[in-house]
T-cell receptor, first 109, second 112 residues
Framework: GQQVMQIPQYQHVQEGEDFTTYCNSS?????IQWYKQRPGGHPVFLIQ?????EVKKQKRLTFQFGEAKKNSSLHITATQTTDVGTYFC?????????FGIGTKLQVIP | DAGVIQSPRHEVTEMGQEVTLRCKPI?????LFWYRQTMMRGLELLIY????????DSGMPEDRFSAKMPNASFSTLKIQPSEPRDSAVYFC??????????FGPGTRLLVL
């Protein structure tokens, strides 16, 4: 079945440092979505990538979809304490949706 | 729109008891998802419905779990009998097709 590997599981960064989380699949994906979950909260949609090689930006966040549509990344430039939370990728394909394990980001002030 | 509504928000019960979780999706959405989240296993898709019909329930752990969607505005997830290992946060999410999923606030279940 469809599996999505997400790394790293945990990341501690100093405020102002950059952060990247990666999502990899063994199968070609229809699209990939990214969600953020604040501590004690629920996942909130950030963005969806559909096209091969697609790059989208939201302020300090940059999302990429690989050329083969098997991997994706989320990069945060100059992290802030408001970026704290767990970031999930979610892959859809073959009438299924699979979430990655998530990357828990801690930002040290 | 009020978003996805889940009830109860917290549930504490004893092993062996029946637990029923409820979800009201966003009006107009035709897909509904039930997820379970634990520290060990992350966010797991249990079942999803499209147009009130269960499409994939391969994530349902075992026969103790059942889910229904009698109409477009209501779904339930039932655990009978409950066990301590069922303790988790259960999320309901809705969407239009495979587009953005909107998650409810979750039900935090503790089975003693």
């Amino acid at each position: 079945g469809q599996q999505v590997m997400q790394i790293p599981q945990y990341q501690h960064v100093q405020e102002g440092e950059d952060f990247t989380t990666y999502c990899n699949s063994s199968t070609t994906l229809s699209n990939i979505q990214w969600y953020k979950q604040r501590p004690g909260g629920h996942p909130v949609f950030l963005i969806q990538l559909v096209k091969s090689g697609e790059v989208k930006k939201q302020k300090r966040l940059t999302f990429q979809f690989g050329e083969a549509k098997k991997n994706s990344s989320l990069h945060i430039t100059a992290t802030q304490t408001t970026d704290v939370g767990t970031y999930f990728c979610a892959a859809t394909g073959y009438q299924k949706v699979t979430f990655g394990i998530g990357t828990k980001l801690q930002v040290i002030p | 729109d009020a978003g996805v509504i889940q009830s109860p928000r917290h549930e504490v019960t004893e092993m062996g008891q029946e637990v029923t979780l409820r979800c009201k999706p966003i009006s107009g959405h035709n897909s509904l998802f039930w997820y379970r989240q634990t520290m060990m296993r992350g966010l797991e898709l249990l079942i999803y419905f499209n147009n009130n019909v269960p499409i994939d329930d391969s994530g349902m752990p075992e026969d103790r779990f059942s889910a229904k969607m009698p109409n477009a505005s209501f779904s339930t997830l039932k655990i009978q009998p409950s066990e301590p290992r069922d303790s988790a946060v259960y999320f309901c999410a809705s969407s239009f097709g495979w587009e953005t999923q909107y998650f409810g606030p979750g039900t935090r279940l503790l089975v003693l």
